[in-house]
């Protein structure tokens, strides 16, 4: 059986310097360590890099929707004609035409008063509205969008609040129509509101809303929000009527209106 000769000597048999031989392993395994922590560095600054990419398309978003009123054209933001596909009583159809549109303006008159009040941490920079009715001219529905004057955190925090304290679903918290004069919402006042929806948004300074009821302007004793109005079973007037389904699924088409002006200039002009 045969040895090698122990490390750290030469072939004749003397000592030799360990510096020599640990040194490049030394300098090996230190290259190593700081190749991998520029690794994992560079990981970690990419990983803020696509974060901080995300926070500032947000932001430019948020920023976006606040000058809009001003910056789109009415016709981008409440269509002469919504279709409603699916949107009525058991997936019917439903199409909506624009009768009227109100002045662009503050939010004094629009809102009952303790709606109102609620309303006043996020401020008022600008309410738009129109009122649209349906095929059959039947039924009348104010859709409004009010863009604040609240940085996402008053947003997120009064979103929180209408869903913590049910602020949506209080009959007492009322958006108003639009009654325009020699339309066939004439006679939609605040005794005629049947059904409501209220959102507020928290990707950009907007509360949307919508308010329906019979444009023959046959009064309403209790209100009936428009989800409940929608739930299966549901026996009241409203909801026997569908005018839940106009609240809500005229907002949600406008709501879906507003969110592609934000994105870019829209595809569709009649949707």
């Known amino acids: ?31 190593c360590m700081v190749l ?12 803020w890099i696509v974060d901080d990419g995300g926070d500032t398309t947000a932001a430019t978003s948020f920023s976006t929707a606040s000058g809009l009123w001003h910056n789109v054209p009415v016709d981008e933001l409440f269509p002469p004609t919504v279709q409603g596909t699916g949107a009525g009583p058991g997936g019917a159809d439903r199409t909506w035409t624009r009768i009227a549109v109100a002045p662009a303006g503050g939010c004094a008159d629009a809102f009952d008063p303790l709606l109102r009040k609620a309303l006043a941490p996020v401020g008022c920079q600008r309410l738009v509205r129109a009122t649209y009715t349906d095929a059959t001219q039947s039924y009348v529905t104010t859709v409004g969008l009010l863009f604040t004057k609240a940085d996402p955190a008053g947003m997120t925090a009064l979103a929180k609040r209408f869903t913590d304290e049910r602020l949506d679903r209080r009959t007492d918290l009322l958006p ?17 509101r049947a059904s409501w929806t209220i959102s507020v948004l928290t990707d950009a300074p907007v509360v949307a809303y ?8 046959r009064t309403v004793d209790t209100p009936q929000p428009a989800a409940d109005a929608e739930t299966s079973g549901a026996t009241t007037a409203a909801a026997q009527a569908g005018l839940g389904n106009e609240a809500q699924g005229l907002a949600d088409r406008i709501e879906r209106r507003l969110r592609q002006n934000i994105a870019g200039p829209a595809t569709e002009k009649h949707s």
């Open 1 to 31: 059986m045969t040895f090698g000769e122990p490390e750290g000597y030469d072939e004749r048999g003397r000592g030799l310097s360990l510096v020599g031989r640990v040194a490049p392993r030394t300098a090996a395994a230190a290259a």
């Open 36 to 47: 991998g922590l520029g690794l994992i560095g560079g990981a970690v600054t990419g990983g």
């Open 176 to 192: 108003r129509p639009y009654a325009a004069k020699n339309t066939a919402a004439e006679r939609f006042g605040p005794h005629q």
């Open 210 to 217: 919508a308010v329906s009821g019979w444009a023959d302007g």
